[in-house]
């Protein structure tokens, strides 16, 4: 193969059209994802809902679920029938809902997630990704930033991981210090940080209303709640001056809060510039 034509082989392997950056792939059981976890935590892990704020009706399309009857995103081959092929998605972000930012136990946490992140490139990203079609995303547990970074720094250069993930729910808004390593080795290897809800108020997480809503519909209505707390964070912590590679992703958790919220706190750093300047 000549030099032009190989250019032109990868010319035409770029896929062009709609991203769709909201993905979730799900393993066909939990043994897959505890053949990758060392001991104890094999034995320990037994999946990680959110629990009590669950759907009470149904949350996903009612026609996703595989032929075989698996859970759906758990069949390759059925969800490019689905996404891929009918609707004429150029690339599919995966984000896995590995729950591991729900412990109390940090290194239970990481095992967590480096079980999900070493499934996923073994599958999804490699055996079930001979076009490149999907793209992955590196879970991460935020209950050990070093760890958290040490993860990051593991996946670096694959070709098919293109971001960190992390749940929005939480002890502590995540502009504060004690992220940091996270948001540095984000920076450092160029991965966007995408923040998705559904353990906000679970496990060891704050809930970002006043206190425990009453019903699933009011926990879901106000999850943005927890997005607008972290962005506010971020910017009056200076997270982005302190890294200026660091870009975020808010995933799955509405804009159109945006601009009044960036409003009132461009109203009020007009009195209050200099704690935040």
């Known amino acids: 193969m000549t030099i032009v034509q190989a250019q032109a082989t990868t010319i035409l392997a770029i896929r062009t059209g709609i991203i769709d950056c909201d993905v979730h792939p799900s393993p066909r059981s939990l043994d897959e994802i505890r053949a ?16 009590f704020f669950g759907n009470p009706v149904h949350g996903a399309r009612l026609d996703s679920k595989p032929p075989d009857g ?5 069949d390759p081959d059925f969800l490019r ?4 092929d009918e609707y004429g998605i150029a690339y599919a972000i995966l984000l896995p809902r ?12 990481t095992a967590i997630a480096a079980a999900y992140n070493d ?10 990704n001979p076009d490149g079609v999907f793209k ?10 070093q760890a958290a970074a040490r993860e990051i720094e593991r996946w670096a250069g694959h070709p098919h991981f293109v971001q960190v993930m992390m749940d929005s729910g939480a002890r502590a808004p995540y502009g504060q210090r004690q992220y940091y390593p996270i948001y540095e080795a984000c920076a450092k290897y160029g991965y966007p940080l995408a923040i ?8 060891i997480n704050v809930q970002p209303s006043p206190g425990y809503p009453t019903h699933y519909i009011e926990w879901h209505t106000c999850l943005s709640l927890g997005f607008q707390a972290h962005l506010v964070s971020f910017l009056t912590e200076g997270v982005f001056e302190r890294f200026p590679g660091f870009r975020v992703v808010l995933v799955e958790g509405g804009v159109a ?20 300047p």
């Not at 998705?196 to 496990?203: E, F, S």
């Not at 409003?263 to 009195?271: F, I, T």
Request: hydrophobic letters at 35%; aromatic letters at 12%.
């Open 119 to 128: 499934w996923l490139a073994d599958t999804w990203l490699s055996t079930y």
């Open 81 to 84: 029938h689905q996404l891929i």
């Open 257 to 276: 809060w945006l601009p009044a919220l960036l409003w009132r706190l461009d109203a009020e750093w007009k009195a209050l510039r200099s704690e935040v």
């Open 136 to 145: 992955g995303s590196i879970t991460v547990a935020h209950q050990d930033p």
């Open 70 to 74: 698996g859970s759906p995103g758990s």
């Open 36 to 51: 990758y976890m060392p001991m104890p935590w094999r034995d320990r892990y037994s999946g990680g809902r959110r629990g």
């Open 196 to 203: 998705h809800p559904g353990t906000d108020g679970m496990g």
């Open 98 to 109: 590995a729950f591991c930012n729900l412990h109390p136990d940090p290194d239970f946490g």
